[in-house]
């Protein structure tokens, strides 16, 4: 069993054949590492869900490139804005490492709910999950510290301090790469 269908299946809580029949939409692909999901200006036209890899979300502000996210197995990733309401994406997604995705264009998104009954409760579902990881990240970025959000994001994630770039991550927590390696190196 893949990731995911353990996702689908743990998550949504749905019958199998309503599984399947979500399963059979996605199609696996397959991104080196540099390669891009989504561009900065293009509109998005597919989700992804990583089976394997890690992929970095990140945009431009003036000159300066910001870390949104880094997505890895078990996670889905997409410009969503750019998916439901189709302006351009203002994020870019890379792949840091090759990745194994399984993706779902925007037709078999929306054939979903005629052929899942219970669709629109599990994309109600699933949206309310990416809303909330989205609010605690905010709640996280206003009111911790930055020696807060490192130890908070290490101690969930210490496996990405050696496979993605510490700029990266600085940018992430919304730090400067120096005061991350100076709470690196009180740890």
């Known amino acids: 069993m893949n990731e995911l269908e353990n996702y689908i299946k743990s998550f949504f809580g749905i019958e199998e054949n309503e599984a399947s029949k979500m399963l059979e939409m996605f199609k696996p692909v397959t991104l080196n590492k540099g390669d891009y999901f989504l561009k900065?200006?293009?509109?998005?036209?597919?989700?992804?869900?990583?089976?394997?890899?890690?992929?970095?979300?990140?945009?431009?502000?003036?000159?300066?490139?910001?870390?949104?996210?880094?997505?890895?197995k078990g996670y889905f990733v997409v410009d969503l804005g750019s998916f439901i309401q189709g302006?351009?994406?203002?994020?870019?997604?890379?792949?840091?490492?090759?990745?194994?995705?399984?993706?779902?264009?925007?037709q078999n998104y929306q054939n979903m709910e005629a052929l899942i009954p219970s669709w629109?409760?599990?994309?109600?579902?699933?949206?309310?999950?990416?809303?909330?990881?989205?609010?605690?990240?905010?709640?996280?970025?206003?009111?911790?510290?930055?020696?807060?959000?490192?130890?908070?994001?290490?101690?969930?994630?210490?496996?990405?301090?050696?496979?993605?770039?510490?700029?990266?991550?600085a940018s992430m927590l919304g730090m400067a790469p120096e005061t991350l390696s100076r709470l690196r190196k009180t740890r």
């Open 40 to 72: 900065s200006g293009q509109q998005s036209k597919q989700l992804a869900f990583i089976q394997s890899g890690i992929i970095r979300e990140f945009l431009f502000i003036g000159d300066k490139e910001i870390t949104k996210w880094i997505a890895v």
């Open 87 to 106: 302006h351009p994406s203002k994020s870019n997604f890379q792949a840091l490492t090759n990745c194994e995705i399984h993706v779902l264009d925007q």
């Open 120 to 169: 629109q409760k599990l994309e109600k579902l699933f949206m309310v999950k990416c809303f909330g990881l989205l609010e605690d990240r905010i709640v996280h970025q206003l009111s911790y510290s930055a020696e807060e959000r490192y130890q908070h994001f290490f101690k969930n994630n210490k496996a990405l301090f050696n496979q993605v770039p510490l700029q990266y991550l």
